[in-house]
């Protein structure tokens, strides 16, 4: 009853931005493998492609869509059969924007100002793990997870950061196989 008496209701559902509004970390990822595809860059063996010092230009972008403070784009990403997986640094950002570049996914579990990265999710790391480039200092942090009804199984995560020192946005961003055990403490950092 309940349910019914939701969907019948008006005015009931709150507005959230349009990732279309501007632009969102999943996007940059893309652009930013699309630039080094198309710039000739090479993956290690592993298949994961790093690029450091990437401009606005370099990513190929329309004019306008990436924030026009940003001054440099690091990158690690790594694309798979049925998903991808990304690390992300964002250099010249306000926090309003590096908020909205993880905007399409609501950051719903915060975590001290200080924590590292998920250390469940180090399966999503390539297999020298953290790039030095990618140390946010003090600052806002949360993630987010997609979970499998039933079975508990995180099929999908970002881990993001906000560094205000030196304004940058970090997002560590994976989806796909080989998805992380079911976890009954997901709040832990």
């Given amino acids: 009853i309940l349910h019914f008496w939701t969907w019948q209701r008006s005015g009931w559902r709150p507005t959230r931005p349009s990732p279309l509004d501007h632009l969102v970390a999943d996007e940059l990822a893309t652009a930013v493998a699309q630039a080094c595809r198309i710039l000739g860059r090479t993956p290690d063996a592993a298949g994961w492609l790093q690029v450091t010092g990437f401009t606005p230009h370099d990513c190929g972008l329309p004019a306008g869509r990436i924030p026009g403070g940003v001054t440099a784009i690091d990158a690690l990403m790594l694309p798979i059969a049925g998903g991808h997986r ?4 964002v250099h010249g950002l306000e926090a309003a924007e590096a908020a909205a570049l993880n905007g399409e996914y609501p950051l719903r579990v915060q975590v001290p100002t200080t924590s590292p990265p998920r250390a469940r999710w180090s399966f999503a790391l390539p297999p020298a793990g953290l790039p030095a480039w990618f140390t946010p200092g003090p600052g806002p942090r949360g993630h987010h997870s997609l979970i499998q009804v039933g079975t508990g199984q995180v099929e999908a995560g970002r881990w993001a ?29």
């Fill in 86 to 89: 990304y690390l992300l640094a």
């Fill in 161 to 189: 950061a906000y560094d205000p020192a030196t304004r940058t946005a970090y997002a560590w961003d994976w989806e796909g196989p080989a998805a992380q055990p079911a976890t009954a403490d997901l709040a832990r950092p």
